[in-house]
């Protein structure tokens, strides 16, 4: 079975650190990754496409890499709206669409 | 600016039919673009649905394909979800979605919390 696997499940720092959140696929995916970001009570909103494009309106401190079965996520310096958790998404196998499990990035 | 607003029960009871709706506004779904389910259990990931495309061609989570029913209503400018055979796994906050070039969900809905419960 395809799998996608986020580490760390969850996540402590403090404004302006640096984080970074990893997501590996199982098999071969070549840059067919989404991240997402959801805060409490709200729906996810997409953050990145295809492993490292921005989307629409996000800031720069998002970044996204990688390629094949390993990608990364790191927020360059954290923002106090950034602590939410982040998924991370599969779409290589269309049309099924595979999400990771989360990583919620805390305040220390 | 496209916005999508689900619809349906808070709750239902396990062997029951879970139908949601959810209202497209800010653009024609016949127009194009596909049309997702998603749902999260309390406390834990997302897991998708379901998924279709403007002309009718419907895509399932094979977990979920025998007891899933996407549909669009043309009319109404909205798509809805039929999910069978309910059990308290099914409990999770159900989010519908546009979903760009099958590859991701680029607008979702504020979603709809659903419990299965007698």
């Known amino acids: 079975d395809f799998r996608m696997t986020q580490s760390p499940p969850s996540l402590s720092a403090s404004v302006g650190d640096r984080v970074t959140i990893t997501c590996q696929a199982s098999?071969?995916?070549?840059?067919?990754l989404n991240w997402y970001q959801q805060k409490p009570r709200e729906p996810p909103k997409l953050l990145i496409s295809?492993?490292?494009n921005l989307a629409t309106g996000v800031p720069s401190r998002f970044r996204g890499g990688g390629s094949v079965t390993d990608f990364t996520l790191t927020i360059t310096s954290l923002h106090p709206e950034d602590f939410a958790t982040y998924y991370c998404?599969?779409?290589?196998?269309?049309?099924?669409?595979?999400f990771g499990q989360g990583t919620r990035l805390e305040m220390k | 600016q496209v916005q999508l607003q689900e619809s349906g029960p808070a709750l239902v009871k396990p062997s029951e039919t879970l139908s949601l709706t959810c209202a497209v506004s800010g653009y024609s779904i016949n127009a194009g673009y596909y049309w997702g389910w998603i749902r999260q259990p309390p406390g834990r990931g997302l897991e998708w649905i379901a998924t279709?495309?403007?002309?009718?061609?419907?895509y399932y989570n094979p977990s979920l394909e025998s007891r899933a029913t996407i549909s669009l209503e043309m009319s109404k400018n909205e798509f809805s979800l039929k999910l069978t055979s309910l059990t308290a796994a099914d409990t999770a906050i159900y989010y519908c979605?546009?979903?760009?070039?099958?590859?991701?969900?680029?607008?979702w809905g504020q979603g709809t919390t659903v419990t299965v419960s007698s």
């Open positions: 279709i495309f403007h002309n009718g061609n419907s």
């Open positions: 098999e071969d995916i070549t840059t067919h």
């Open positions: 979605a546009s979903q760009q070039w099958l590859v991701r969900f680029d607008v």
């Open positions: 295809d492993a490292s």
């Open positions: 998404q599969s779409y290589d196998n269309l049309p099924s669409i595979t």
